[in-house]
C-alpha cells in the first residue's frame, strides 16, 4: 500500500513569512495527526483530525499555525508569520486502529 | 497519559540481541506499550506493541512484566540497520490513538 505522503520535502523561508505543507494519509484512514520534531527531541503532537473534525489541538500555537483537512482526506498546516523557533522537521501521520504510519517530513529552516 | 524512562543510548554488538529498556510504573490498566522507532531523517515507524501478554512479530520482541510497569523491546539479531532513536510510548490505542513521544534511547549498532 502506498504510504503517507507530504511536501515539500524540504523549505527555507525568512521570519515573518508564511509557509504551508501538505499531506496526504493512507486511503481509508480516518484519524490524521501532525508533529513537530525539533532537533534531538521527539516529535510533539500538534492537532490531531477524525475525518475532518479536530480532536486535539491543544499544542497548536493558534496565533501563527492553522491547520485544516478538507474532506477528511489531504491536511494542510500552515505557519503565519513564522519564527525562527518554528525551524524543525513536520511529520505527517495517519492511523488505522491504533498503529501510526508517519510520513518522511518535511524540513524546514527559517532564517 | 503516562509516562515512560528509557536510558539516553545504548550499544550493541552486530548480530547480537539488543534488549532496550522502558518504564512505566504509571501505566494504566487500559493503556497499551507502544515501540516506535526512527532511523535518521525518516519519520517513526512501528515496531509491535502489547496490553499485557508478551508479543513477537517479524521485526521484534515485547517483553511485559506481569505487572506491567516495565516492559523490554527486543530486536534477535540487530544489523547496522537496527542503528536508531527507539521510543516506548504508552497509550489508550482504538482510533483515535495519540502518541506522546519522549526523547527515547538511541541504539548504536556496532560492526
Known amino acids: 500500500e502506498a504510504g503517507v505522503a507530504q511536501s515539500p520535502r524540504y523549505k527555507i523561508i525568512e521570519k515573518r513569512q508564511s509557509v504551508a505543507f501538505w499531506c496526504n494519509p493512507i486511503?481509508?484512514?480516518?484519524?490524521l495527526y501532525w508533529y513537530q520534531q525539533i532537533l534531538g527531541q521527539g516529535p510533539k503532537l500538534l492537532i490531531q483530525f477524525q475525518n475532518n473534525g479536530v480532536v486535539d489541538d491543544s499544542q497548536l500555537p493558534k496565533d501563527r499555525f492553522s491547520a485544516e483537512r478538507l474532506k477528511g482526506v489531504d491536511s494542510t498546516l500552515k505557519i503565519q508569520p513564522a519564527k525562527l523557533e518554528d525551524s524543525a522537521v513536520y511529520l505527517c501521520?495517519?492511523?488505522?486502529?491504533?498503529?501510526?504510519?508517519f510520513g518522511p517530513g518535511t524540513r524546514l529552516t527559517v532564517t | 497519559d503516562a509516562k515512560t524512562t528509557q536510558p539516553t543510548s545504548m550499544d550493541c554488538a552486530e548480530g547480537r540481541a539488543a534488549n532496550l529498556p522502558c518504564n512505566h510504573s504509571t501505566i494504566s490498566g487500559n493503556e497499551y506499550v507502544y515501540w516506535y522507532r526512527q532511523i535518521h531523517s525518516q519519520g517513526p515507524q512501528y515496531i509491535i506493541h502489547g496490553l499485557k501478554n508478551n508479543e513477537t512479530n517479524e521485526m521484534a520482541s515485547l517483553i511485559i512484566t506481569e505487572d506491567r510497569k516495565s516492559s523490554t523491546l527486543i530486536l534477535p539479531h540487530a544489523t547496522l540497520r537496527d542503528t536508531a532513536v527507539y521510543y516506548c510510548?504508552?497509550?489508550?490505542?482504538?482510533?483515535?490513538?495519540?502518541?506522546?513521544f519522549g526523547t527515547g534511547t538511541l541504539l548504536a549498532v556496532q560492526p
Open positions: 501521520a495517519s492511523s488505522l486502529v491504533g498503529r501510526s504510519y
Open positions: 486511503s481509508g484512514h480516518a484519524t
Open positions: 510510548i504508552v497509550s489508550v490505542g482504538g482510533a483515535t490513538n495519540k502518541l506522546i
